[in-house]
């Protein structure tokens, strides 16, 4: 059987080139994280969070599911967040979605897929949400905008959570973004979609 030795080779290589630049990196990293940043994306393999931001390990606290999505049944995706929140302190929470994404494409898809439909079902929300904007559009323009307007929709969850609400109550500098990456450039763009602490939000 395979045992991915190939991995544990490129493993021992990574670290010794981290070592040779900063012989001290491991030793402050096992000692403590506090990054300022939470990070919820896709687990599209070719999104990695740090490197797309050009960060170290240590600087960036990451959640990625298929699509994106923050829903209020997901006590996984809000475990994380509460920690970030609660015990990290971090400032920013960012929302990054991408072009292309294979689970917005199937939820636009009038076919089945198994059991990710039920997932993708706060997808196909956001289009019941936004009928009216995907009329006239070719299938690859509604691809992209609904791509956009799933960002929009999780910042509007994610800030309608108990734990970002109960933070902006006790005044803890927490800001919220929506960000969009673009695999065929590398380049990300802001959707400008955040809420800031007072702004109104969706069954406020």
Partial sequence: MDRLAHLFERNRAWAERIKENDPEFFARLSRQQSPEYLWIGCSDSR???NQIVDLQPGEVFVHRNIANIVVHTDLNCLSVVQFAVEVLR????????????????AALEDQEHGLIDNWLRHVKDVIRFNREAFDGLGHAQKLDLLCELNVREQVTNICNTTIVREAWKQGQALSVHGWIYDVANGILKDLHAELPPGAPRAGG
């Fill in 47 to 49: 999104v990695p969070a």
């Fill in 90 to 105: 971090v400032k920013h929470i960012i929302i990054c979605g991408h072009y292309g994404c294979g689970g917005i494409k």
